[in-house]
């Protein structure tokens, strides 16, 4: 039996006025965020395959955004790597020319003039930043000069000249993500780039009889190579040929000692990262030393950088050594160019990959952009249908409402 008062029409209608305020509300809020989700409670299933889908999106924008930046850093690299492939041509034509044996002394150390502005052009272009103000060819070293110039005399030559270029940098390089746990490198490495020929090493140091002591790790070219105590040096050799590093060891018939040669035109890179077990073979100097240049003064080193080859070229001019114009000289050229021309396809594919990327970044946030509105849009057709219904159920309910509370408790008593 239902208790009749004065106060329950009021209450009814507050309580059934309260929920359509709600459900309006609810609507109106759909309706300008666009969204059928207000909260988890709405769809649990499609709130959780939304939350997943927005957080793609945004991995793939910052994908899109790494490689971006990650192409357009490329496309300045590939510019000076370009600039720099021209200047060699040239300088090779004067090798060519200084070779034949018809300019006189003078008309070499003439030539001689334009290969020492060449070289200083050479040495702009290793050194040259990109957009941000970081180097380009320094490896992960952002804050220095990846090239030195040491300046000295030169015999017949008037005034201090370049005579060396040192590499200041490193061989590590930056990584940006463009995809789902794939990286890029974003820098190169200017002792690989600005080299001529491949490093041969030899240690002279007998290392038969050599056996390791403790647990140590060698580093090559950035690679790092556990030893075990009691390995001799040819389970080394074994170890550094099977590590992928693009260095080839072996064993000097003649001396004993240990040499490396690098597979491809770049400088070697030799660190004891644990232990002593570099510098016990005799090939580099205390731990205390950093490398490139920290290798044992009774080591034999052979194949220079591009540098030093056009170095070589002036000062042969300068002499007027015909000889080694034609000889020595053209052939290190050659190979500055061949490892030029590597590192520039290099360049190339790294950027249309760079490219590929962006493209299939930008296909992804079309395609979770689908789904996003599949699982979350709202349909404002059904939206609005459902809207002005509840707003016409609210007004009858107030038009019902002021009818009924003119009436009392004696209306029920008659």
Do not use: C
Not at 201 to 222: K, M, N, Q
């Amino acid at each position: 039996m239902t208790r009749i008062s004065s106060n329950m029409n009021n209450a009814d209608i507050q309580q059934n006025l309260r929920l359509q305020e709600s459900r309006l509300n609810k609507a109106n809020n759909a309706m300008g965020n666009q969204t059928r989700i207000q909260s988890l409670r709405d769809d649990p299933i499609a709130a959780g395959h939304l939350v997943r889908y927005q957080s793609f999106e945004t991995r793939t924008e910052q994908f899109e955004k790494n490689a971006q930046i990650l192409s357009d850093r490329i496309s300045v690299q590939e510019g000076y790597i370009h600039q720099t492939v021209d200047i060699m041509q040239r300088v090779r034509e004067l090798a060519v020319q200084g070779a034949n044996g018809i300019y006189s002394k003078d008309d070499m150390q003439n030539m001689a003039v334009e290969v020492d502005q060449l070289l200083q052009e050479l040495v702009q272009n290793a050194n040259a930043v990109s957009a941000d103000g970081s180097p380009l060819f320094a490896g992960i070293s952002t804050n220095r000069t990846p090239f030195e110039i040491q300046m000295g005399p030169v015999a017949g030559a008037d005034g201090a000249m370049i005579t060396g270029v040192l590499y200041n940098g490193s061989i590590g390089t930056n990584t940006t993500e463009v995809d789902e746990n794939s990286y890029m490198a974003m820098n190169a490495a200017g002792n690989r780039v600005f080299w001529a020929e491949n490093q041969q090493l030899y240690g002279l140091r007998d290392a038969g009889a050599y056996t390791v002591t403790e647990e140590s790790t060698i580093s090559i070219d950035g690679t790092d190579i556990a030893v075990h105590a009691g390995d001799n040096v040819y389970a080394i050799i074994a170890k550094i040929n099977d590590s992928g590093a693009a260095v080839k060891a072996s064993l000097d018939p003649v001396t004993n000692g240990l040499n490396l040669m690098t597979t491809d035109a770049h400088q070697l890179w030799l660190e004891d990262s644990h232990g002593k077990v570099l510098y016990d073979l005799g090939l580099i100097k205390d731990s205390s030393q950093r490398p490139p240049y920290n290798l044992a003064a009774s080591t034999r080193l052979s194949g220079g950088s591009l540098f030093d080859t056009v170095i070589a070229f002036r000062d042969a001019l300068i002499r007027g050594d015909t000889e080694s114009v034609g000889g020595r000289v053209l052939g290190g050229l050659d190979a500055a160019l061949d490892n030029l021309e590597t590192r520039l396809s290099e360049n190339g594919s790294m950027y249309e990959r760079a490219q590929a990327n962006i493209a299939r970044a930008q296909k992804n946030q079309l395609d979770v952009t689908a789904m996003i509105s599949r699982e979350g849009d709202l349909d404002f057709t059904t939206a609005i249908t459902d809207m002005k219904m509840m707003e016409y159920v609210q007004q009858a309910t107030l038009a019902t409402a002021g009818k009924l509370y003119s009436n009392s408790l004696l209306n029920y008593m008659r």
